[in-house]
């Protein structure tokens, strides 16, 4: 009912930049927020950035000052522009939203949602 499509991921070197998209599709009647969140081989997942529909926005400390996270409301779309990447970003970068959906003109609460995963890949 609801789908999360990732897309931007890929090579860089060191100090280089990448853009990540994330779209929401389906019944969707609100989104709370959405946000990006990485795992790297190995480690646990971790959050990297989130922004609720009010624009507010919250960043893990290792990446504040380098991405910036956006949103496009009428697209249900999350951007995360990734600038002076660093060896240490390469993961696997998850999208997640949580929102209702409506089914059968009726509005469920809130869940999470996630998408398939975009590797990114910062070499030194």
């Given at each position: 009912?609801v789908?999360?499509?990732?897309?931007?991921?890929?090579?860089?070197?060191?100090?280089?930049s990448?853009?990540?998209?994330?779209?929401?599709?389906?019944?969707?009647?609100?989104?709370?927020?959405?946000?990006?969140?990485?795992?790297?081989?190995?480690?646990?997942r971790?959050?990297?950035a989130?922004?609720?529909n009010?624009?507010?926005?919250?960043?893990?400390?290792?990446?504040?000052g380098?991405?910036?996270?956006?949103?496009?409301?009428?697209?249900?779309?999350?951007?995360?522009?990734?600038?002076?990447l660093?060896?240490?970003d390469t993961?696997?970068?998850?999208?997640n939203a949580?929102?209702?959906?409506?089914?059968?003109?009726?509005?469920?609460?809130?869940?999470?949602?996630?998408?398939?995963?975009?590797?990114?890949?910062v070499?030194?």
């Open positions: 009912q789908q999360l499509v990732e897309s931007g991921g890929g090579l860089v070197q060191a100090g280089g990448l853009r990540l998209s994330c779209a929401a599709s389906g019944n969707i009647f609100s989104v709370d927020a959405m946000g990006w969140y990485r795992q790297a081989p190995g480690k646990q971790e959050l990297v989130t922004i609720t009010r624009g507010d926005t919250n960043y893990a400390s290792s990446v504040k380098r991405f910036t996270i956006s949103k496009d409301t009428a697209k249900n779309t999350v951007y995360l522009q990734m600038n002076s660093k060896p240490e993961a696997v970068y998850y999208c949580d929102l209702r959906i409506s089914v059968v003109s009726v509005v469920r609460p809130t869940s999470r949602y996630w998408g398939q995963g975009t590797q990114v890949t070499s030194s």
